[in-house]
């Protein structure tokens, strides 16, 4: 089997078990992990945030975003430009008002109410959306490749932290040399330290 098929083969195991998750279980557990999250000093040093907006079966990201900005977080979040097949960065400062439902149902910031961030290089930390993790820092996304490419993007590189339910966590991932590993992986069971560099 190719690493691609191997790759969508765990994709699809990972995403039956997340979404088995009862509605209820998955914001308890999303609040406990995104607590943590807000623990680490990579965070609590940070200026500049990039977040995303869950979908689906996702850990529930939303009051996370909102908890950064009442802590005086600068908040970017991504929205899918489909003709270069990139992402691009805007600032919010109000969600319920900056966002809407976009690419594939995600929720993306509105261009004619957020600033496009023309300088990326000021993020201090990103928190990526994924499938599956495992604990040396490996991270397998949806196949689009977005944010490896962002990643690439980047001047510098930012604290890069993971936050997945437990049942994400997995043994091994194929993965490729375009693929980023993870600084930080949160579950609601425990912090693991990816980069020991980062400590």
Request: hydrophobic share 40%.
């Amino acid at each position: 089997m190719d690493i691609q098929a191997r790759k969508q083969t765990l994709r699809q195991r990972i995403i039956a078990a997340r979404e088995n998750l009862a509605a209820s279980d998955r914001l308890h557990l999303s609040k406990k992990i995104l607590s943590s999250v807000s623990s680490l000093p990579a965070y609590q040093q940070a200026s500049t945030v990039l977040a995303y907006l869950n979908f689906g079966a996702e850990l529930d990201t939303e009051h996370w975003v909102e908890h950064a900005l009442r802590d005086g977080k600068r908040v970017l979040l991504p929205r899918v430009n489909k003709a270069s097949k990139q992402l691009e960065l805007y600032q919010v400062s109000e969600l319920q008002q900056d966002v809407a439902a976009g690419s594939w149902g995600i929720r993306e910031p509105l261009p004619e109410r957020c600033i496009k961030e023309e300088a990326p290089g000021t993020i201090d930390l990103i928190l990526l959306p994924g499938v599956a993790f495992t604990r040396d820092g490996g991270r397998l996304g949806y196949g689009g490749g977005f944010y490896d490419k962002l990643l690439a993007r980047l001047p510098h590189r930012p604290a890069l932290v993971a936050a997945a339910f437990a049942l994400q966590v997995v043994a091994g991932i194929p993965l490729e040399d375009t693929d980023q590993r993870m600084d930080w992986l949160v579950t609601e069971n425990e912090t693991i330290c990816c980069n020991r560099e980062r400590e």
